[in-house]
């Protein structure tokens, strides 16, 4: 499965963005999906999951309470919207595909599929 994070762009601190996450080769209900960061100088970090069927969600400590993570299922798409972003919120981010599991996972190694990332900038 080939996977496309996009929606990324230059927000001003306090702003909001939504990310997409899209699939080709194999539907995306298939599977667990989380997205991670990666800033610059910096590793990459593990942000929020969902689970397959939607029901179950996982967010870093970092981005509880202002990003959230969701999936359309009729249009096969993995959601992260980000509200009231910081400065510190600017990085590339990556979708990432897992084979579902009974607890989603924060690990990057847990994730089979990774799409290439897209940037999003927090500045004034």
């Known amino acids: 499965v080939q996977l496309q994070a996009s929606g990324g762009g230059l927000v001003q601190p306090g702003g909001s963005l939504t990310l997409s996450c899209g699939a080709s080769?194999?539907?995306?209900?298939?599977?667990?999906v989380g997205w991670f960061r990666q800033a610059p100088g910096k590793e990459r970090e593990f942000v929020a999951a969902?689970?397959?069927?939607?029901?179950?969600?996982l967010y870093a400590d970092s981005v509880e309470r202002r990003f959230t993570v969701s999936r359309d299922m009729a249009k096969d798409m993995v959601y992260l919207q980000m509200f009231n972003l910081k400065p510190e919120d600017t990085a590339v981010y990556y979708c990432?595909?897992?084979?579902?599991?009974?607890?989603?996972?924060?690990?990057?190694?847990?994730?089979?599929?990774w799409g290439q990332g897209t940037q999003v900038t927090v500045s004034s």
């Open positions: 969902i689970s397959w069927s939607g029901g179950m969600t």
């Open positions: 080769g194999r539907t995306l209900s298939s599977y667990d």
């Open positions: 990432a595909a897992a084979t579902p599991r009974t607890a989603l996972v924060r690990r990057e190694d847990e994730y089979d599929y």
